[in-house]
């Protein structure tokens, strides 16, 4: 699309804000109160179905005022995402009191992420068997109760607690430590081969039944195939805002229960080098046709754990929803760096 005026950019850019603010259609009369637009009326007028030609604004039939289409958000959008990180720009974020795991940070993410914005936020966690093995902790909780702590190479940590009939030996919990570390370590959580790799023919029947006991451990890992969703804010999208009809509430709904789609839209912000914008008609998942999706990935130096995401109406603030994911994203980023 061609290049807007400075003046078009800024009137464009004056509806969107105002049209996301109130929900109505933009009058001119509204844009020549205003002390950033720097021209007469019947110059805002000759620019707004200017701007409306090209189409960039809609003129709803029932309303002298205009409303950004879902081109006139792209264009905005794109000019956004061209503007360098303002890193500054939301300090909302802080996991420094989080456990060391990375479910509980990504809660408390998208607990942030929803508050600061009012619209819907999603975060994912990759999937079990798309990590590897990568530190395997054997404890003592009580004499006779024993913890197992999986830690993967994505900052997953999975816990699994026996309980058995007697108190179990100090030190045959440490051997078990290592063995385990040294069998399975580095393996994939999905593969087959994990659970025939906890036997070796040349164990003591008395270690062979202990690790038969921990087996439950990895295979409950085993099984886990589906990317983890976490979910924030679906009360403040329906509720908060009144722009969605009740025929896209239920679409939402009913595509926040199946999650499939929802998913594979997020998996393609993994291979994205910034914010991964969709608007209105862009989505191709028909729950999210009357919303728009900001998107970006977290993770470790070099690889992508997963995404987090704010999910609202087309007319969100977008400058907002960027910076946020942002700033969430970086913070993600650096605690999963540092933990795991």
């Known amino acids: ?40 009326p019947s110059t805002i007028r000759y620019e707004l179905s200017a701007l409306e030609a090209r189409g960039l604004l809609a003129h709803p039939h029932t309303s002298a005022g205009r409303t950004p289409t879902d ?13 360098p990180e303002q890193r500054g720009a939301v300090a909302a974020f802080d996991l420094t009191h989080v456990r060391r795991e990375l479910d509980d940070a990504l809660r408390v993410t998208t607990e942030t992420l929803s508050e600061i914005s009012n619209l819907l936020a999603v975060a994912t966690a990759p999937a079990l068997d798309s990590a590897t093995i990568r530190h395997i902790e054997v404890l003592t909780l009580q004499p006779a109760v024993v913890m197992v702590v999986i830690i993967t190479s994505s900052g997953g ?24 570390n040294e069998r399975v370590g580095g393996l994939p959580l999905g593969a087959r081969m994990l659970l025939g790799r906890l036997a070796d ?9 202990f690790i038969d006991r921990l ?61 991964f914008v969709r608007i209105g008609a862009e989505n191709d998942v028909p729950g999210l046709r009357s919303l728009s999706v900001v998107a ?9 754990l997963g995404t987090i995401s704010l999910i609202g109406p087309v007319q969100m603030d977008y400058a907002a929803a960027i910076d946020i994911v942002r700033a969430g994203a970086r913070e993600l980023s650096r605690f999963a760096q540092e933990v795991y």
Do not use: N
């Open 215 to 275: 087996a439950p451990a990895f295979t409950e890992l085993a099984g886990g195939g589906e990317d983890v969703l976490y979910v924030d804010g679906t009360s403040r999208l329906l509720g908060g805002h009144g722009f969605l009809a009740p025929a896209e509430a239920g679409q939402l709904l009913a595509l926040l229960e199946q999650r499939v789609a929802l998913l594979q839209l997020l998996r393609r912000a993994l291979g994205q080098p910034g914010v």
């Open 201 to 209: 023919p040349e164990l003591s029947s008395r270690e062979r039944a």
């Open 1 to 40: 699309m061609a290049m807007l005026t400075p003046r078009q950019e800024i009137i464009l850019r004056k509806v969107a804000e105002s049209y996301a603010a109130t929900g109505q259609p933009v009058a001119s009369k509204t844009l020549a109160a205003d002390p950033s637009v720097d021209c007469g």
């Open 71 to 83: 081109a006139g958000q792209r264009y905005l959008v794109d000019r956004l995402l061209a503007v």
């Open 157 to 180: 940590v999975s816990k699994y607690v026996g309980a058995f009939e007697s108190a179990i030996d100090s030190g045959l919990i440490a051997w078990a430590g290592e063995y385990l």
């Open 296 to 304: 970006t990935g977290y993770g470790l130096a070099g690889r992508k």
